[in-house]
C-alpha cells in the first residue's frame, strides 16, 4: 500500500482508539522506507507522544517486568517505558519496532500487550493506538518468522515505494530541490536495495534524506561532497547525484521565469526535471507572498511551453500537492489545462 494510504489507515487507527475500535497495525517492508517516519507523523499531527520500543534490544522481563515481594507474595514492577496515563496523558502511540528481530522468548511475553492490551496487573490505556514495524525474511536484516498466534493480533499492511508520495513529503519537509529534481529524473533510485549483496550503504526514502543534509554541509567542497553522498547512498547512485548536481550551472534563469518573463525550456531531458522541481519550490516559498497567485501564474505559463506535456503535468501536479487548490484560483490555470486536457484524459 502506498505512503499515503498508509498515513490515513494509521491516521483512522489512532482515533479510532479512543472509541474502543482499535486493531493494532503490523508494517511490513525492507529498510528506509519510512515506516517508522509514518508513526512519528500521525503523532506528530495530533501532538501527541510516541513510546518507540524496540523490542529487538530487550529481554522478556524488561517487558513483563521486575518480580518483588510484597507480604509473601510476588507482584510486578511496571517498567516505566511502558503507556502510563499519569505520566504520558492519555492518548498516544506505543510503537513497537523491529518486532520482526525479536526472539521467540520476548515475542510471547508481547502476546498478551498487542492484543488484551495487558501485561499482569498492567494495562495500555484506552487512548494509546498500538502500531508495529518489521522488515520482511527477504531483506537480510535479523529477522524471525512472526508466530501464528502474535501475527494474528495484528492487522498487516506492507509498505510500497511511491515517488509521488516522497516527493508530497520531500518539498513538505523542505528537502533540496536538486535532490527532488534528481529523482524525478532517475525514478528507480528512490530505492535500490539488493540484499543479496546485502550493501552498507543503499539508496532509500531514509538514506535520500541524509544525501540533503550532505548537500549541505559538503556542497561547497566537490571533493568532499562525492564521497559524503556515496556514503549516504552507495557509490553508484552518490557519482550520478553529484554529477546531476554539477550539471546545474546549465539551469536557465529560475527568477526570470517566476518574474513571467520569457525563458527557453532546457533541451536536456536532466534539466528540465530539475527547473520543473525549482518552480514548485519557489510556489512552496511563494505562499506567503502578497504577489503570489502572479507567481502561480507565471509558473503555470512556463508549465506549458515545455515540449512535453506530462513534463508540464508533473509540475502542476507537484505543486497542486505542496499547494493545495490555490493553484486552481489563478487564470492561468484553467488556460494551461486547456493544453494538456487531451494528455489528462488519457492518464486518467
Not at 548537500?215 to 547525484?241: N, R, S, T, W
Request: glycine residues 6%; proline residues 7%.
Amino acid at each position: 500500500m502506498r505512503p499515503a494510504q498508509l498515513l490515513t489507515v494509521l491516521e483512522r487507527e489512532f482515533q479510532a482508539a479512543i472509541h474502543g475500535q482499535h486493531t493494532p497495525v503490523m508494517l511490513w517492508g525492507p529498510p528506509g522506507v519510512g515506516k517508522s517516519q509514518m508513526v512519528a507523523q500521525v503523532a506528530r499531527r495530533h501532538g501527541m507522544p510516541v513510546i518507540d520500543i524496540r523490542l529487538s534490544q530487550m529481554e522478556p522481563s524488561d517487558l513483563r517486568g521486575i518480580p518483588f515481594r510484597v507480604d509473601g507474595q510476588v507482584e510486578w514492577a511496571v517498567p516505566s517505558m511502558l503507556p502510563d496515563e499519569t505520566r504520558h496523558g492519555a492518548q498516544g502511540i506505543l510503537f513497537l519496532d523491529e518486532i520482526t528481530s525479536v526472539p521467540p522468548s520476548v515475542s510471547a511475553a508481547a502476546y498478551q500487550l498487542i492484543l488484551d492490551r495487558r501485561l499482569g496487573a498492567y494495562s495500555v490505556p484506552d487512548g494509546w493506538a498500538i502500531f508495529a514495524a518489521g522488515n520482511r525474511q527477504g531483506d537480510r536484516g535479523v529477522t524471525y518468522t512472526m508466530p501464528a498466534p502474535l501475527a494474528n493480533r495484528f492487522s498487516h499492511f506492507d509498505v510500497d515505494i511511491n515517488l509521488d508520495d516522497w516527493v508530497a513529503w520531500a518539498y513538505a519537509n523542505h528537502i533540496d530541490d536538486r535532490l527532488i529534481a534528481f529523482l524525478r529524473f532517475r525514478p528507480e533510485l528512490l530505492f535500490e536495495f539488493d540484499p543479496a549483496h546485502n550493501p552498507v550503504a543503499f539508496p532509500s526514502p531514509r538514506s535520500w534524506e541524509f544525501a540533503h543534509r550532505a548537500l549541505h554541509k559538503f556542497g561547497d567542497v566537490q571533493e568532499l561532497l562525492i564521497g559524503a553522498l556515496q556514503a549516504c547512498v552507495g557509490p553508484a547512485a552518490g557519482i550520478e547525484l553529484s554529477a546531476f548536481v554539477e550539471n546545474l550551472d546549465k539551469l536557465p534563469d529560475i527568477d526570470a521565469i517566476v518574474r513571467g518573463e520569457k525563458v527557453r525550456v532546457p533541451k536536456e531531458t536532466d534539466l528540465q526535471y530539475a527547473v520543473a522541481a525549482a518552480l514548485v519550490g519557489r510556489a512552496i516559498r511563494a505562499r506567503n507572498e502578497d504577489n503570489s497567485a502572479e507567481i502561480y501564474g507565471n509558473i503555470l505559463d512556463y508549465a506549458s511551453t515545455f515540449p512535453q506535456r506530462e513534463m508540464g503535468v508533473m509540475l502542476v501536479s507537484d505543486m497542486y500537492r505542496a499547494i493545495g487548490q490555490d493553484v486552481f484560483a489563478v487564470p492561468q490555470f484553467s488556460r494551461w489545462a486547456n493544453i494538456v486536457a487531451d494528455v489528462m484524459l488519457y492518464d486518467g
